[in-house]
């Protein structure tokens, strides 16, 4: 900080960004409640929904209390009872790895997004299972075989394709820091879950239950370049990348009616004559080279972080590349019909991890069947057009294809807004901001965005345990 004393500068409680005071800039006051996105009375739930929550909180939590993540997810009771059992089960239930081990790994999953809030809650845990102090300090304070995990979390969290039965080799082969089969499978269920968890995280703006501990009076700074803070300092949108296209030709009394008449239609045109194979191929490919036009904006990355993260993961530099990149010889799409979830992943993990499969499977068709058969103020409204366009687009973007889906639909139900959202949450989550949570789909409601984000984190942790099933089948045979 050039010497400057930690006093002369502030955190934006949006994006926890380093500022100047002398610049002078309007900062607002840290939002109240479990999101900073979402307003505080949006969680007055009826006596039945909060009774029904603390069920849940008293049945699968040690510590009793009600964490913010569980506060935003209540807003679905049904989805919240089968994130928090299988949540339950991979850390406190019998299983491959002690209990200290699996705290450890959700740390280093958290810390490849600079999560911060899930680094502390199970820094907790880690100590409170019998965890040595001494392993916080970093990597190389840890056993060979956690520091092994590190090339699979990274591919895992940034480009699961690249994952190989190669991978799966140099973690099992024989030697005193090798991990068993069931081993790894128990570790690559916890990094994927912790993956998507800081999606649903930063996607949702969970605000920390308590202030982060300050090193020389400051603690976290993400990378995000835009924030509100921006505009109190009069910066012009146009200088923020990704702002000038965030804003739609449909003004907010029209987005909805919009939206349900082109389902509607893509309805009638699909009982009228469904796509050939070629034609769906060809709008697959379509689609995945038009998402690298999507772009998250534009980013500081001279900023220094001087979060506690990296200390727990190797080549912090490495992120997310468009699976299919311009004038480079991509990698082949990953078939859903070759290897999918249904037929070949769930039969396998449950194999190597007793009962996670199905716990699994549970939460996946949760979400995605999960309808109140409404969109903002419109009732008996069948959306199961829109989910299966969110699901299969996170898909896309990890290079996945779903022969019997037309991803023509893609482009008619997901406005550009909403893709440059979906893109950095997924990829990028901890560059997602309010000002992306608050441009799409301005009329719904804000439970229904959160349910657009347990889309978005189940999507994108059911990618990843794909390529990672896929090596291991591979290893296997």
């Known amino acids: 900080m050039n010497g400057t004393q930690s006093g002369d500068y502030v955190i934006c409680s949006n994006c926890h960004k380093v500022l100047r005071k002398d610049k002078k800039i309007i900062i607002s006051q840290p939002s109240r409640g479990p999101s900073a996105y979402i307003p505080e009375k949006e969680f007055g739930q009826t006596n039945d929904v909060v009774t029904l929550v603390n069920r849940l909180v008293e049945e699968y939590s040690t510590s009793g209390r009600l964490d913010n993540i569980t506060q935003v997810m209540s807003l679905h009771p049904q989805y919240l009872e089968s994130f928090l059992r299988t949540q339950f089960y991979m850390l406190r239930m019998d299983g491959p790895l002690p209990y200290h081990y699996r705290h450890y790994i959700a740390i280093m999953a958290a ?92 996607g949702s703006g969970i605000n ?40 739609e030709s449909t003004d907010n009394e029209s987005e909805i009616e919009v939206l349900m008449e082109r389902m509607k239609k893509l309805q009638e045109e699909r009982e009228e004559e469904e796509a050939s194979q070629e034609e769906m191929a060809t709008r697959f490919e379509k689609e995945k080279k038009e998402s690298l036009l999507v772009v998250s904006g534009a980013f500081d990355d001279d900023v220094v972080s001087m979060s506690n993260a990296s200390r727990y993961i190797e080549d912090p530099g490495f992120g997310y590349k468009d699976f299919a990149r311009r004038g480079e010889e991509h990698l082949p799409t990953f078939r859903a019909h070759d290897y999918s979830w249904e037929d070949h992943g769930f039969s396998l993990v449950n194999r190597l991890y007793s009962d996670i499969g199905h716990l699994l499977d549970d939460k996946f068709r949760m979400v995605y069947n999960l ?10 409204v069948d959306t199961t057009m829109l989910r299966r366009a969110l699901f299969n687009y996170v898909h896309c973007m990890f290079g996945i294809r779903y022969d019997d889906y037309d991803y023509g639909e893609v482009n008619q139900l997901l406005e550009r807004s909403l893709k440059v959202y979906i893109k950095t949450v997924t990829c990028y989550p901890e560059r997602a901001t309010k000002r992306m949570y608050d441009g799409y789909w301005r009329q719904f409601k804000h439970s229904e965005k959160v349910h657009v984000n347990m889309l978005l984190m189940e999507a994108r942790m059911q990618a990843e345990l794909l390529y990672a099933l896929r090596a291991i089948t591979r290893h296997l045979t």
């Not at 309808?371 to 008996?380: F, I, L, S, V």
Request: charged share 20%; with cysteine; proline share 3%.
């Open 208 to 247: 920390p239950e308590r202030e982060s501990e300050p090193l020389n009076g400051l603690h976290l700074v993400t990378k995000n370049k835009f924030c509100i803070c921006d505009l109190a300092n009069d910066n012009s949108i146009e200088n923020i990348g990704l702002m000038s296209n965030i804003t």
């Open 111 to 202: 810390a490849r997004h600079q999560c911060v809030y899930l680094i502390n809650m199970h820094v907790d845990e880690f100590l409170n299972t019998g965890g040595s102090s001494e392993w916080l300090n970093g990597l190389e304070y840890v056993p060979q075989r956690l520091k092994n995990l590190n090339e699979i979390n990274k591919l895992l969290a940034h480009r699961p394709w690249l994952i190989t039965k190669d991978h799966i080799q140099k973690l099992v082969k024989t030697g005193e820091n090798n991990w068993s089969l069931a081993e790894l499978v128990h570790a690559v269920v916890l990094l994927a879950h912790y993956h998507a968890l800081a999606s649903f995280v930063f």
């Open 371 to 380: 309808t109140y058969n409404t969109m903002a103020t419109h009732e008996d």
